[in-house]
């Protein structure tokens, strides 16, 4: 959870530092809702490869947490 949650940070900022928006309510819920679709298109990665390829969901997703924090350190 803790990597889902960084990306979907990420997402979050990218959404509203990238877009002008119209409305501040409208910004909030296309955060929202950015921040949902990054989360999961992150786990949907060690879930893929827990399914096709058998690897170990709980070591990947060690990994990918590593992964995440790695990148937000570098941006």
Do not use: K
């Not at 979050?12 to 990054?38: D, E």
């Not at 490869?49 to 937000?72: D, E, K, P, Y």
């Amino acid at each position: 959870a803790e990597g889902q949650a960084t990306i979907g940070g990420l997402g979050l900022a990218l959404v509203c530092l990238y877009i002008p928006w119209p409305n501040w309510t409208v910004a909030i819920l296309a955060a929202i809702v950015a921040s949902a679709v990054f989360g999961a298109a992150w786990a949907a990665i060690p879930a893929y490869l827990q399914v096709r390829r058998g690897s170990h969901i709980v070591i990947t997703t060690i990994m990918f947490n590593f992964i995440a924090f790695a990148l937000m350190n570098y941006l």
